[in-house]
Protein backbone atom coordinates (compact mmCIF):
# COMPACT_ATOMS: atom_id res chain seq x y z
CA UNK A 1 0.00 0.00 0.00
CA UNK A 2 1.17 3.48 -0.80
CA UNK A 3 2.30 6.16 1.75
CA UNK A 4 3.20 9.27 1.39
CA UNK A 5 5.20 11.73 2.64
CA UNK A 6 4.76 15.42 2.78
CA UNK A 7 7.84 18.33 3.16
CA UNK A 8 9.05 21.33 2.49
CA UNK A 9 6.41 23.35 4.65
CA UNK A 10 7.69 26.48 6.93
CA UNK A 11 7.29 29.77 7.76
CA UNK A 12 7.61 32.36 4.49
CA UNK A 13 6.65 36.20 4.89
CA UNK A 14 3.71 37.12 2.45
CA UNK A 15 4.64 37.10 -1.42
CA UNK A 16 7.57 34.39 -0.39
CA UNK A 17 7.52 31.37 -2.16
CA UNK A 18 7.74 27.54 -0.78
CA UNK A 19 7.66 23.73 -2.76
CA UNK A 20 6.37 21.26 -1.01
CA UNK A 21 7.38 18.03 -1.90
CA UNK A 22 5.13 14.40 -1.89
CA UNK A 23 7.15 11.27 -1.57
CA UNK A 24 5.61 7.96 -2.09
CA UNK A 25 6.85 4.24 -0.67
CA UNK A 26 5.26 1.13 -0.62
CA UNK A 27 4.19 1.35 -4.24
CA UNK A 28 4.74 3.81 -7.43
CA UNK A 29 3.13 6.93 -7.45
CA UNK A 30 3.20 7.01 -11.08
CA UNK A 31 0.08 4.91 -10.84
CA UNK A 32 -1.96 7.63 -9.34
CA UNK A 33 -3.20 10.74 -9.06
CA UNK A 34 -2.05 12.91 -6.80
CA UNK A 35 -3.66 16.22 -5.28
CA UNK A 36 -2.72 18.67 -2.70
CA UNK A 37 -5.54 19.97 -0.16
CA UNK A 38 -5.11 22.34 2.85
CA UNK A 39 -6.52 22.90 6.01
CA UNK A 40 -6.42 26.20 8.17
CA UNK A 41 -7.59 26.20 11.72
CA UNK A 42 -11.72 25.66 12.18
CA UNK A 43 -12.03 25.63 8.41
CA UNK A 44 -13.01 22.13 6.01
CA UNK A 45 -9.90 20.45 4.27
CA UNK A 46 -10.38 22.14 0.52
CA UNK A 47 -8.84 21.07 -2.62
CA UNK A 48 -5.77 23.46 -4.12
CA UNK A 49 -4.37 21.21 -6.91
CA UNK A 50 -4.17 17.79 -9.12
CA UNK A 51 -1.99 16.00 -11.44
CA UNK A 52 -2.97 13.61 -13.53
CA UNK A 53 -1.00 9.85 -13.76
CA UNK A 54 1.40 8.90 -15.20
CA UNK A 55 2.40 12.17 -17.30
CA UNK A 56 0.95 14.68 -15.18
CA UNK A 57 -0.34 16.01 -19.24
CA UNK A 58 -3.64 17.27 -17.04
CA UNK A 59 -3.49 19.87 -13.79
CA UNK A 60 -6.27 21.22 -11.91
CA UNK A 61 -6.33 24.18 -9.46
CA UNK A 62 -8.70 26.11 -7.19
CA UNK A 63 -9.33 29.53 -8.66
CA UNK A 64 -7.37 30.98 -5.30
CA UNK A 65 -4.20 29.98 -6.93
CA UNK A 66 -4.36 30.22 -10.11
CA UNK A 67 -0.87 31.43 -11.74
CA UNK A 68 0.71 31.81 -8.37
CA UNK A 69 0.94 27.51 -7.58
CA UNK A 70 1.82 24.72 -10.13
CA UNK A 71 1.69 20.89 -9.72
CA UNK A 72 4.35 18.98 -11.02
CA UNK A 73 5.39 15.12 -10.70
CA UNK A 74 9.20 13.52 -11.41
CA UNK A 75 7.85 9.98 -11.38
CA UNK A 76 11.77 9.00 -11.30
CA UNK A 77 11.68 10.26 -7.68
CA UNK A 78 8.59 9.18 -6.83
CA UNK A 79 7.17 12.60 -5.81
CA UNK A 80 5.08 14.97 -6.61
CA UNK A 81 5.73 19.06 -5.97
CA UNK A 82 3.62 21.98 -5.68
CA UNK A 83 5.71 24.71 -6.19
CA UNK A 84 3.95 28.13 -4.11
CA UNK A 85 4.60 31.46 -5.33
CA UNK A 86 3.39 35.30 -4.58
CA UNK A 87 1.94 33.39 -0.86
CA UNK A 88 -0.22 35.35 0.77
CA UNK A 89 -1.93 35.22 4.24
CA UNK A 90 -4.78 33.55 3.31
CA UNK A 91 -2.55 30.28 2.22
CA UNK A 92 -1.53 30.01 5.81
CA UNK A 93 -2.56 25.80 6.18
CA UNK A 94 -1.23 22.56 6.51
CA UNK A 95 -1.43 21.58 3.24
CA UNK A 96 -1.85 17.14 2.98
CA UNK A 97 -1.03 15.51 -0.34
CA UNK A 98 -3.33 12.14 -1.26
CA UNK A 99 -3.15 9.76 -4.00
CA UNK A 100 -6.38 8.60 -6.06
CA UNK A 101 -7.29 6.21 -8.95
CA UNK A 102 -10.43 7.53 -10.08
CA UNK A 103 -13.23 9.91 -9.35
CA UNK A 104 -13.27 13.70 -8.96
CA UNK A 105 -9.69 15.89 -8.73
CA UNK A 106 -11.29 18.09 -6.33
CA UNK A 107 -13.45 16.15 -3.90
CA UNK A 108 -11.39 14.76 -0.81
CA UNK A 109 -13.78 11.27 -1.08
CA UNK A 110 -11.91 10.38 -4.32
CA UNK A 111 -8.88 9.60 -2.49
CA UNK A 112 -7.40 6.57 -0.78
CA UNK A 113 -4.64 7.13 0.07
CA UNK A 114 -3.33 10.63 2.47
CA UNK A 115 -0.20 12.32 4.17
CA UNK A 116 -0.17 13.50 7.78
CA UNK A 117 0.28 17.02 5.93
CA UNK A 118 3.07 19.94 6.30
CA UNK A 119 2.64 23.08 8.18
CA UNK A 120 3.03 26.37 6.28
CA UNK A 121 2.47 29.44 7.73
CA UNK A 122 2.79 32.44 5.62
CA UNK A 123 3.67 35.79 7.80
CA UNK A 124 3.29 39.53 7.13
Known amino acids: QVQLVESGGGLVQAGGSLTLSCTAS????????VGWFRQAPGKEREFVAAISWPTGSRTYYTESVKGRFTIARDNAKNTVYLQMNSLKLEDTAVYFC????????????????WGQGTQVIVSS
Open 98 to 113: AARRMGSADNTESYDH
Open 26 to 33: GGTVRSYN
